[in-house]
């Protein structure tokens, strides 16, 4: 089951890229980005006032203002740098090329925030998935010429953004029901980002039908399906796990785009998607160390329904 969300997750977080070009030639990013959040969080918020009150049984403020800050670091602080970055020059590849780094970011955090350290055979492997990386985006990164030396700070920025929200999730002290969380986060972005599209005047979308094709697109496979998933797998698997799989995402992304764009698939991205498979398979096949090595949550660390839920069974 671990090694099918992960295949799943892959496909679905790099399918946001496709998307985000799909309703880049229809709207502006704001645009794009607004519709992407606010119908998402109104269907979920009517879901969990008609059919999910048992779930938000026992959630706290603490809880929900903590899924409230996550929501803005991991949706609108990293999709905002990341459509900003492009709209000021910086190259796709650049850009996959910075956020390639985030794995070894967090490898480096991971044990002094969590206690997760990183085996000497994951370093390997995290070492060679960056040079996977950088094998698939080295000749599309050194293409953008004219770009100011700041503007390569903003995808660094979401990268950041990511990491710091991973962070924050992991060392939240009991779990949040996975609904509950992606309620509290896209409505936290729907009101984020619908506030700077109306400061931009960039509110109003489109009548075109490919940017509403765009927008379900980033709606279910991109946010339910890859973000989703992003928080599944890293409960499951812990967090240098869930990160090195980051480095599949460019050259999965090389995928996508050959087959809805046609755009070319060259040895150098088949190259650094082998490089990429080879890095997941040392580190998943390492046990994770130290005190929070253990990824999925035990009943001490589940909220109170799953604990009275597991001692009703031990009882039967």
């Known amino acids: 089951m671990n090694a099918v969300l992960a295949v799943l997750f892959v ?3 790099s399918s946001g890229f496709i998307g ?14 607004t519709w992407r959040f606010l119908p998402l969080a109104v269907v979920l918020g009517l879901g969990a006032a008609l059919f999910g009150r048992a779930r938000w049984r026992g959630v706290g ?11 803005a670091l991991s949706q609108t602080g990293y999709l905002l740098t990341v459509y900003q970055a492009i709209g000021l020059g910086v190259s796709t590849g650049t850009t996959a090329l910075i ?9 480096v955090l991971a044990g002094p925030l969590l206690g997760q350290y990183v085996a000497p055979r994951q370093w390997w492997g995290l070492l060679l998935g960056l040079a996977g ?8 990164a050194v293409a953008a010429t004219g770009v100011s030396w700041w503007a390569y700070l903003v995808p660094f920025a979401g990268m950041l953004s990511l990491v710091a929200a991973t962070f924050l999730e992991s060392r939240a002290p009991t779990a949040t029901d996975p609904v509950v969380s992606m309620t509290v986060h896209c409505a936290t972005s729907a009101v984020l980002f619908t506030g700077l599209a109306a400061c931009a005047g960039d509110v109003s979308p489109p009548a075109a039908a490919s940017f509403w094709w765009s927008v379900a697109w980033l709606i279910v496979l991109s946010t339910f399906g890859g973000y989703g ?4 797998v890293l409960r499951r698997s812990g967090v240098t796990r869930v990160n090195a799989l980051m480095f599949l995402m460019a050259p999965v992304t090389a ?11 060259g040895p150098l991205t088949a190259l650094g998607l082998l490089l990429g498979l080879g890095a997941v398979a040392l580190v998943f096949r390492t046990p994770p160390r130290g005190r929070g090595a253990e990824a999925v949550p035990t009943d001490e660390q589940s909220p109170e329904p799953e604990r009275v839920r597991g001692s009703a069974r031990l009882r039967r």
């Not at 403020?61 to 929501?71: C, H, K, P, S």
């Not at 998933?229 to 599944?232: C, P």
């Not at 995928?255 to 698939?265: L, S």
Request: net charge negative; glycine share 10%; proline share 5%.
């Open 11 to 13: 496909l679905c977080w």
């Open 20 to 33: 985000a070009k799909l309703g880049a030639g229809d709207a502006d990013p704001l645009t794009v980005l």
């Open 61 to 71: 403020y603490r809880a929900l203002r903590r899924q409230a800050v996550v929501g």
């Open 99 to 107: 956020d390639g780094t985030q794995p070894l970011v967090v490898a």
């Open 133 to 140: 990386v950088v094998v698939v985006t080295a000749s599309d």
């Open 229 to 232: 998933l992003y928080w599944l």
């Open 255 to 265: 995928i996508w785009g050959t087959a809805v764009f046609g755009e070319p698939f």
